[in-house]
Every structure is written in structure tokens, then in C-alpha cells.
């Protein structure tokens, strides 16, 4: 079945670090990916997208990569500010509803 | 513009009770979904919707009713509610790429 999961659960990073958080899905025939950002107490907020007919995106400070052949995808942050502190979660759109992953949690100490 | 709104934020049950978590959206799209997301978890698609009238399941469907009469509304029934149901509760509408989320409903059965 579908399925999309994360690397790590944690990543703790300095003020003005990158940020790299990693994303593995199974379904080779996905084709539409979202990220998003969770704040304590809050619904997903959308940060970047990517389609499979694209190999990298980038947003305001971000950066989505996806690699087909390994079916792994990545959301890059730089210089990386506290309030990035959330919880990142990659998914799956199929079109009409999304499929999660577990989530990474990123803490920014300055 | 509201976007969408999920009544009530709190709720504790007793096992075995039943209840409604609404979910309405004033952007007239046409797919809507609940997810449901628990500790450490990401989130998990309980049921979703392509138009009124038309409904289907998700990842973790047992134990839940949806029904879709308008395109506004997709509420969310548990009909005898269980411990394993203690969840935060979240309803997104799209119109296929771009999906609002509810600010959520923090359900606790007892």
C-alpha cells in the first residue's frame, strides 16, 4: 500500500544552520508532493510543493528536492530562524485527500 | 473567508457515547477529508469526499461515519466512541492541490 515516512524523528539545529529534513515514500507512481509545517496546537500550514516532472523547487528559504529513482524527497531551510521550531511533515497528494508521514520535529536554538 | 471550520475544539466523551465533529467550508471546493493525529504520529486519513453525495474511505476508517449532502459541510460521526479514539481531529477541503485545514477538534474519550 501507500505509504510515506521520515527519516528521523528529531533534528536540533543553531540559529542560521541549514535545516535538512528527509522524506522516503514507496509508491513509485506518486506524483505530487506537499510539505508542511506544524505548530503546537495548530493544523498543517503548507510550506512548498513539488511534481514528479520536477526534480527541485524552491520557495522563500526553502527547498524541496525529489529523487524518483530512490523515491526520497527532501526539504531544505536555510539559515534557519526559532520560529522554524515545528513539526515537518511530508505528504502524498492523490489527488483528493493527502497521505502523511510521521513527522520530524525541529528544534532551533539560538 | 472563513476557510475551514471545525466545531467544537474541546470534547470529552464517555465510552460508548455518540457524537458529531462539524467541519464546514466556504471556498466551494470540491474534496474535503478527515484525518485523525495522535502522538508522535503523523496524520491519518479516516474518510474523504469528491462532491456531495459521494464519500469513501482512508487509512483508519472503523469506528467512523461520514456523509456529504453539500458541498459547505462533511461531518464526522462516531457513533459508539472508544478510548482508541482519543485524538486530535482535523477536516481539510481542496480542490485538489492546494488544501486548507481546520484549526482542529481535541477529542478525549474516557
Not at chain 1, 58 to 71: A, E, I, Y
Not at chain 2, 63 to 76: I, K
Amino acid at each position: 500500500g501507500e505509504s510515506v515516512g521520515l527519516h528521523l524523528p528529531t533534528l536540533s539545529v543553531q540559529e542560521g544552520d541549514n535545516s535538512i529534513i528527509n522524506c522516503a515514500y514507496s509508491n513509485s507512481a506518486s506524483d505530487y508532493f506537499i510539505w508542511y509545517k506544524q505548530e503546537s496546537g495548530k493544523g498543517p500550514q503548507f510550506i512548498i510543493d513539488i511534481r514528479s516532472n520536477m526534480d527541485k523547487r524552491q520557495g522563500q528559504r526553502v527547498t524541496v528536492l525529489l529523487n524518483k529513482t530512490v523515491k526520497h524527497l527532501s526539504l531544505q531551510i536555510a539559515a534557519t530562524q526559532p520560529g522554524d521550531s515545528a513539526v515537518y511533515f511530508c505528504a502524498e497528494n492523490t489527488g483528493t485527500a493527502l497521505i502523511f508521514g510521521k513527522g520530524t520535529t525541529l528544534s532551533v536554538s539560538s | 473567508n472563513a476557510g475551514v471550520t471545525q466545531t467544537p475544539k474541546f470534547q470529552v466523551l464517555k465510552t460508548g457515547q455518540s457524537m458529531t465533529l462539524q467541519c464546514a467550508q466556504d471556498m466551494n471546493h470540491e474534496y474535503m477529508s478527515w484525518y485523525r493525529q495522535d502522538p508522535g504520529m503523523g496524520l491519518r486519513l479516516i474518510h474523504y469526499s469528491v462532491g456531495a453525495g459521494i464519500t469513501d474511505q482512508g487509512e483508519v476508517p472503523n469506528g467512523y461515519n461520514v456523509s456529504r449532502s453539500t458541498t459547505e459541510d462533511f461531518p464526522l460521526r462516531l457513533l459508539s466512541a472508544a478510548p482508541s479514539q482519543t485524538s486530535v481531529y482535523f477536516c481539510a477541503s481542496s480542490y485538489g492541490d492546494g488544501y486548507t485545514f481546520g484549526s482542529g477538534t481535541r477529542l478525549t474519550v474516557v
